[in-house]
């Protein structure tokens, strides 16, 4: 089945340690997005990726950097995370965003602790 | 000023039962998407519905229908003979034209707990 993964699932960094979150997509979806969940929160939209161009959204903070490699990865870079960036990362992927129906598709998820 | 707003922090329904969950929106756009995702404990975003600004009828799929009121901008999500596996986080979004980038906007979520 075509799918949206995640990996890993979980992941323990510490203080100021760089981390590296990976997706991937057997979709062929041109549009890669990454949000952020916190706890009993909305998701909240950090950048996305129309092919190769980038787009970040105005108040995601420096410490996020992002990569899309080819169609089908995208990983998300936190170059040292503190204590506030522990939350869910979502990968959600669409076929393009010019479209009012185009629908996401999201991963299940990378849950980040930070100690 | 909010654009999605779900008053329902949670909501508790028997099995079998049918179930509501408000959304109300606030667009001067007369192009908008909106959609209902529901989110169990394990994390993943699960796609229910769209339903369109232009559609004349209200979405379905199998349990789930949209109750589309547009004069009243509100879309909420109608589930059928609820089950136990409905026990979740539901997220209602929408989708504005008129934004360069059709960004998608959610709610802050309802809780739903489905009991035997």
């Known amino acids: 089945d075509a799918m949206v993964i995640q990996n890993p699932r979980y992941q323990v960094t510490q203080f100021g340690k760089p981390v590296t979150l990976s997706c991937s997509q057997t979709l062929n979806h041109n549009v890669m997005y990454w949000y952020q969940q916190k706890s009993s929160q909305a998701p909240k939209l950090l950048f996305h990726?129309?092919?190769?161009?980038?787009?970040n959204e105005a108040d995601t903070p420096d410490n996020f950097q992002s990569r899309r490699p080819n169609t089908s990865f995208c990983f998300l870079d936190i170059r040292s995370p503190g204590l506030g960036d522990a939350a869910m990362y979502l990968c959600a992927t669409s076929t393009s965003f010019s479209g009012l129906a185009d629908t996401q598709y999201f991963g299940p998820g990378t849950r980040l602790t930070v100690l | 000023a909010q654009k999605i707003t779900q008053t329902q922090p949670g909501m508790f329904v028997q099995e079998k039962e049918a179930v509501t969950l408000d959304c109300t929106y606030d667009t001067s756009d007369p192009s908008y998407g909106l959609f209902w995702y529901k989110q169990p404990s394990s994390g993943e975003m699960i796609f229910l519905i769209y339903q369109g600004s232009y559609d004349q009828q209200n979405a379905t799929e199998g349990r789930y229908s949209l109750n589309f009121q547009k004069a009243r901008k509100s879309a909420n999500l109608v589930i059928s003979a609820s089950q136990l596996g409905d026990s979740a986080m539901y997220f209602c979004a929408m989708r504005e034209m008129n934004t360069g980038f059709q960004k998608l906007v959610f709610g802050t979520g309802t809780r739903l707990l489905v009991s035997p």
């Open positions: 990726y129309y092919d190769k161009d980038f787009n």
